[in-house]
């Protein structure tokens, strides 16, 4: 596709429910990025891929968070019996490889948990 | 440990006017440098990056940033804002290894 695109762009939980995000990279780009941005702050990094490989995920939060890329393309960060402080903006971003490399954003999925 | 400040939450400048946004980081490496712009609910849009070589880096929409060691410092700049650029930028580093770290990101308001 033309960019990076997620699903879906708003979901609304309740607390102790499961959620799911997709995110559809740039086609051919082998680097996967998640973050993840709370109301007025800067995306905070939560993981990243190369095609199916998760090489950090360093930045999840708890094991709540797990995130997976099984065919090194279409990933999705799921988030288990969601809190309250999970509320906030989920980015997904691609790139062609290995760093440094420009990082291609999509619109982000956010969410709210009451 | 590695760290972005961007002192500003906020600036207003007038249309047509010059502009600056300030980035501070805290790296021990050379580091990769980027600024970001997110207009309300989009996803960042690359301005520029400075990976090595001149300081003084152009970038899309007539930005430009300049790298300065000494003053660990990567500062954005505009000489004539446009109202369309009122959004919020973000200055970020990337660490050598995968991980970009991101200020909390200054907003810029345009009044006519």
């Known amino acids: 596709g033309a960019g990076v695109s997620q699903s879906p762009r708003y979901k609304v939980a309740k607390r102790g429910q499961d959620v799911a995000l997709r995110c559809d990279p740039i086609s051919g780009h082998v680097s996967l990025f998640w973050y993840q941005q709370a109301l007025g702050q800067g995306p905070e990094f939560l993981t990243y891929f190369q095609n199916e490989a998760q090489l950090d995920k360093s930045g999840l939060p708890s094991d709540r968070f797990f995130a997976e890329r099984p065919e090194g393309s279409v990933s999705t960060l799921k988030i288990q019996r969601t809190q309250q402080e999970d509320s906030a903006v989920y980015l997904c971003?691609?790139?062609?490889?290995?760093?440094?490399?420009?990082?291609?954003f999509g619109p982000g999925t956010r969410l709210l948990v009451l | 440990a590695q760290s972005v400040t961007q002192p500003d939450i906020h600036i207003t400048v007038s249309e047509g006017a010059s502009l600056e946004l300030r980035c501070n980081y805290s790296?021990?490496?050379?580091?990769?440098l980027f600024w970001y712009v997110q207009s309300p609910g989009q996803g960042l849009q690359l301005l520029l990056k400075y990976f090595s070589g001149d300081t003084l880096v152009q970038g899309i929409k007539g930005f430009e940033a300049e790298f300065k060691r000494s003053q660990s410092s990567f500062n954005l700049r505009k000489p004539s804002v446009h109202w369309s650029d009122a959004a919020e930028y973000f200055c970020?580093?990337?660490?050598?290894?995968?991980?970009?770290?991101f200020g909390a990101g200054t907003r810029l308001f345009v009044k006519a």
């Open positions: 790296y021990g490496a050379t580091p990769y």
């Open positions: 970020g580093v990337g660490t050598g290894g995968f991980k970009t770290i």
């Open positions: 971003a691609s790139s062609r490889g290995g760093q440094p490399e420009t990082q291609y």
